[in-house]
């Protein structure tokens, strides 16, 4: 546990039934960070939020905040707030009622409450008349912004958020999450954000935790997940990809990878584990369209199956003599092909990344 | 332009016809309220407002008002209650007998009134009880709860149930969850509930009849009297009836109109000071 850790999470565990939904969850949280929890649908991150928030109890393990036993303490009384899916407004009060509404709770007195409503009205750009409008009249993007306003009226220790931007169009998407980025920066509070959306985990948060079936399979900044990640389901995760076998022949220990022909020097140094599952990753903007007598740490060639424009870039879909197909993806001022061309291509060992996986 | 409207004209002589249809019966009881004969006859010869009086200091009819009107408050309260948390147990809350909770609590709905009566009268007998209008309380809440409880889970399905999660999470006990949001959510329909419980609890016949016993309630009494002993007081209690069923319901939308001009009025002070 570091000093600086605001939540410590040891060996969480729970089961529904003879189901596992969480094994043995180990997780610190730094004072002031943005950790978004990243999982496909059934990882366990709902489980996951649900325990921290106290809405379900651990079959085993403990939470803790700053040195203090949290599981221990009932939902109602912990110093964390969650901004739900649902976003859960309530539809019968005014947007400013909603506001205090934890104020309310706390006791506070009305005028103090108001003038705190406005401030927060204000902070998220929203006009003081809002105070009295309705929640059915706000528009989407108002009422995340009503939402995280208050979240804040409760001024919690940690900000919890069950992704709360799923449900919103792209463009008012993007914008939020820049938004929600700018708060975390503003208010310094400690954020956890659960959320399925590689992309959104990437845009906002200082280091991204990724659930699989119940335990975390890599923990730690954006640029390290995506370029070094640890698993292939990491590496498929964040993304598209291309992920080779590496085989290496029991007698010679020559390195090789089924239809590609690897430079000398590089086969050498590829530091390979003979009993380990070893996989290649190079992401689609790492691979090149090769020039006719250009040449590159692995070249492989194929035929390209399907062009797809995806604005700044275009991608490729080549296949590979074994059927393999790889996506390429190139900058969409350069040079490219047509279906049904064959080319040549390749990728440097530096961009390449090398997973080590216990064989199973 | 010219066929529309004379399509609106038969839309509005189809609609006025429903209407007459719906509403003639009762007028046609008004006009025998105040009608000099002893006699249901029309048209009628000559009319008179004696009745009215002779029904305003009858002390029979004020019995019969107290005795309605003393079960119907009475099972509106009582089935209110029920269904309120009944309607969360059917809507709300994931538990093992839930699915046949849903089933049977439909039942006594689906039962034809004048047998669940029977059925009731056959148990308070086999029970020992003698049936007064007490035991019509109960007989009436077996068939009102249920409608009760539905009104209300339709309401309670509606909400979204992260609602009371974020409320738990800002801090609230069970208690204030409850003053804070689940009541005020379901309210509307805890009104409708009400109002329906009242008129139905007001009107019933067939269950009362069965159980009240030597007590009469006013529907059971204008039955008797129809069967033998017809005097203009029969229609003109008819008619009292209904006129107090219409302003129960004219006293609840008038409250529900008026709750907006409050809550401005509040506001205004609020901001006055």
Same mark, same amino acid.
């Given at each position: 546990m570091s000093e600086t850790s605001i939540l410590h999470i040891a060996g969480l565990r729970k089961k529904y039934g003879d189901f596992i939904a969480l094994k043995d969850i180990d997780l610190d949280v730094g004072e002031g960070e943005f950790l978004a929890i990243v999982g496909p649908s059934g990882s366990g991150k709902t489980t996951l939020i649900k325990l921290l928030v106290? !809405?379900?109890?651990?079959?085993e393990g403990s939470i803790w905040l700053r040195g203090h036993r949290l599981d221990f303490v009932p939902a109602n009384k912990r110093p964390t707030?969650?901004?739900?899916?649902?976003?859960?407004?309530?539809?019968?009060r005014s947007v400013g009622q909603n506001v205090e509404f934890p104020l309310k709770i706390k006791g506070v007195s009305p005028a103090a409450r108001k003038k705190k409503a406005l401030e927060l009205l204000e902070m998220f750009r929203l006009p003081a008349d809002y105070y009295h409008k309705s929640i059915g009249q706000c528009s989407g993007g108002e009422k995340q912004r009503i939402a995280l306003a208050r979240a804040l009226a409760f001024d919690p220790e940690i900000l919890f958020f069950d992704e709360p931007l799923s449900a919103l169009d792209y463009r008012l998407r993007k914008t939020l999450e820049k938004e929600l980025k700018n708060l975390h920066l503003r208010t310094g509070k400690t954020f956890i954000y659960i959320t399925h959306s590689l992309e959104e985990a990437m845009v906002m948060?200082?280091?991204?935790?990724?659930?699989?079936?119940?335990?975390?399979?890599?923990?730690?900044?954006?640029?390290?997940?995506?370029?070094?990640?640890?698993?292939?389901?990491?590496?498929?995760?964040?993304?598209?990809?291309?992920?080779?076998?590496?085989? !290496?022949?029991?007698?010679?220990?020559?390195?090789?990878?089924?239809?590609?022909?690897?430079?000398?020097?590089?086969?050498?140094? !590829?530091a390979i584990d003979p009993l380990a599952v070893n996989t290649l990753m190079v992401r689609p903007e790492s691979i090149r369209l090769l020039e006719n007598t250009e040449t590159a740490d692995f070249v492989t060639k194929g035929k390209i199956l399907g062009k797809y424009m995806l604005g700044s870039r275009i991608q490729y879909e080549i296949e590979q003599d074994d059927r393999n197909v790889l996506i390429v993806e190139t900058a969409n001022y350069s040079r490219g092909g047509t279906p049904g061309a064959t080319v040549r291509l390749g990728f440097s060992w530096p961009q390449s990344h090398l997973i080590l996986e216990a064989a199973s | 332009m010219k066929r529309h409207t004379s399509i609106n004209i038969l839309f509005y002589l189809y609609g006025l016809l429903t209407l007459a249809f719906l509403y003639l019966p009762v007028v046609a009881v008004g006009?025998?309220?105040?009608?000099?004969?002893? =006699?249901?006859?029309?048209?009628?010869?000559? =009319?008179?407002? $004696?009745?009215? $009086?002779?029904?305003?200091?009858?002390?029979?009819?004020?019995?019969?008002?107290?005795?309605?009107?003393?079960?119907?408050?009475?099972?509106?309260?009582?089935s209110l209650v029920i269904g309120f948390f009944g309607a969360l147990a059917f809507a709300r809350y994931q538990w093992r007998f839930r699915k046949l909770y849903q089933k049977l609590i439909l039942l006594p709905i689906f039962f034809p009134q004048t047998v669940l009566g029977l059925a009731l009268l056959m148990w308070f007998n086999t029970l020992g009880i003698t049936p007064t209008w007490k035991t019509a309380i109960i007989a009436h809440l077996v068939w009102i709860t249920p409608i009760v409880t539905l009104?209300?889970?339709?309401?309670?399905? $509606?909400?979204?149930?992260?609602?009371?999660?974020?409320?738990?999470?800002? $801090?609230?006990?069970?208690?204030q969850i409850m003053k804070e949001v689940t009541i005020p959510l379901l309210m509307p329909a805890v009104t409708s509930a009400g109002l329906f419980a009242f008129l139905l609890s007001w009107g019933n016949f067939p269950l009362s009849l069965f159980t009240t016993g030597a007590d009469s309630t006013l529907p059971e009494w204008l039955y008797a009297k129809m069967v033998s002993g017809y005097s203009p007081l029969v229609p003109t209690l008819g008619v009292l009836s209904v006129a107090a069923s219409a302003a129960v319901i004219a006293t609840a939308f008038f409250i529900r109109a008026m709750i907006p001009a409050v809550k401005q009025a509040r506001r205004n002070y609020q901001q006055a000071h």
């Open positions: 106290g !809405m379900e109890e651990q079959t707030c969650m901004v739900f899916q649902s976003l859960a407004l309530f539809p019968h948060s200082d280091r991204i935790a990724i659930l699989n079936s119940g335990k975390f399979e890599q923990i730690g900044p954006a640029e390290e997940i995506y370029n070094r990640p640890k698993s292939r389901f990491v590496a498929s995760f964040m993304g598209d990809v291309n992920l080779f076998d590496i085989t !290496m022949d029991q007698n010679s220990g020559q390195v090789s990878i089924p239809n590609f022909s690897i430079a000398d020097d590089v086969a050498g140094s !590829m | 006009f025998a309220s105040i009608s000099k004969s002893r =006699y249901l006859r029309f048209p009628i010869r000559k =009319y008179a407002t $004696g009745w009215y $009086g002779k029904a305003l200091t009858s002390d029979t009819v004020m019995d019969l008002l107290s005795t309605s009107v003393t079960i119907a408050v009475i099972v509106t309260v009582v009104i209300i889970a339709i309401r309670a399905y $509606g909400f979204d149930p992260s609602l009371e999660d974020a409320a738990r999470d800002m $801090g609230c006990s069970n208690w």
